[in-house]
């Protein structure tokens, strides 16, 4: 019979269990694509074309593209409720966060 997968973890030594944890949540809080995006925050196609102003197949075309204009980016973010960040990482400087990119109309 198999083994259920509490039974499997179970098996294994604490520290080890630790890091499996660790790293599922790790990957739980990335997603994978502008669809997965869509879904996380039960949204369908039609509700993100109408935020946008545009038709639903056109939101399809944007969840299959893989190169984006910043622009577009964040107003699909925003459509889907979100905010959009830009942060980066620098050998020595630490992280920062990049503002003004993607605004129609930047300060």
Known sequence: MARTHDEIMAALPPERQARI???A???LA?????KALRQLTQRSQEQIAQSLGI?????LKIERQTDLYLSTLRRFVEAAGGTL????DLPGTGAFTLMGLGEANPD
Do not use: D, F
């Open 25 to 27: 949540a790790g990957m």
């Open 30 to 34: 990335e997603i994978e694509g502008l």
């Open 21 to 23: 944890k660790t790293r």
């Open 85 to 88: 960040e830009l942060r980066i």
């Open 55 to 59: 038709k639903q197949p056109s939101v």
